[in-house]
């Protein structure tokens, strides 16, 4: 039998994205940390970095195309199951929407020689930290030389039923972000591109994978050798994902029905 060296080239490349991840993101550590939020290079005028994620769609990960004010298949079909009348339908399209997560360059106290990281959080910490730069008693936070540094403190979740909690606080004095003259040209050179950790996905890609994952002969597996089904043979969509965090099924087959003929009147006319 021989080796399927495609399947080899997939896994080499998701191992050398996690390492990527690893090195390049940061996530608080449990208790207090500091960090100090730096320009970013590749958007000189924002920071902060919307991006907008399918989670655990067939056991992966997806940078929605939504990020780029592109077409995204799944919002598509969301927005098809929405406008069946069915409740059920609905819900599903609630966890179809992608989700944003903020990224922001950081330079992280104690770890300054390993240069810029980017921290990843919520609409909450992001709407703290947009209140505290429109607050003319604090302004550019983020300024190389007047900013000020930012107080993370973290609690992991403590077991079932219960959720980590993150919480900021700005620190009052106006400092320069740094005196060393190799981590100011990190700062403003060693910067890595967010879209070089998250790839952008094409729309035929996705519209693939979300098939997959409605397809429950795949048992929420990745499949990378089925083309996309043009004819009037279409595979039932159903909602019975086999992932970690699935959605609840669609218990009617009328509901069913409906999502069958809303992915086919969707991809297929």
Not at 10 to 19: A, E, I, P, V, Y
Not at 28 to 42: A, D, E, L, M, T
Not at 76 to 99: A, I, Q, R, V
Request: charge should be negative; hydrophobic fraction near 30%.
């Amino acid at each position: 039998m021989a080796i399927d060296l495609d399947a080899i080239r997939r896994k080499l490349g998701d191992l050398q994205s996690q390492t990527t991840r690893t090195s390049h993101l940061w996530k608080p550590s449990p208790g207090k940390n500091q960090v100090r939020i730096v320009p970013y290079q590749h958007n000189k005028d924002n920071p902060f970095q919307e991006l907008f994620f399918h989670y655990d769609l067939g056991k992966k990960n997806y940078l929605s195309p939504v990020t780029f004010g592109e077409p995204d298949p799944v919002v598509e079909f969301s927005e098809k199951l929405k406008s069946t009348g069915n409740s059920d339908d609905w819900k599903l399209s609630k966890k179809l929407e992608p989700k944003m997560r903020t990224y922001v360059p950081v330079l992280v106290t104690g770890q300054e020689s390993e240069g810029v990281k980017l921290w990843g959080f919520g609409k909450q910490v992001y709407t703290e930290l947009l209140g505290f730069i429109t607050d003319p008693d604090y302004g550019d936070i983020t300024d190389l030389g007047s900013g000020r540094d930012i107080v993370v403190d973290f609690t992991p979740s403590e077991g079932a039923g219960t959720y980590p909690k993150t919480t900021i606080r700005v620190k009052p004095n106006q400092t320069p972000a740094t005196t060393d003259k190799a981590i100011a040209e990190k700062i403003m050179t060693g910067q890595e591109d967010i879209f070089n950790i998250f790839k952008k996905v094409s729309y035929d890609d996705l519209k693939k994978a979300l098939e997959e994952w409605l397809d429950p002969s795949t048992d929420g597996e990745v499949v990378t050798d089925l083309p996309w089904e043009n004819n009037n043979d279409t595979k039932t969509a159903t909602t019975t994902a086999t992932t970690a965090t699935a959605v609840k099924p669609v218990s009617t087959t009328k509901s069913t029905d409906d999502i069958s003929a809303a992915f086919d009147d969707l991809f297929n006319q």
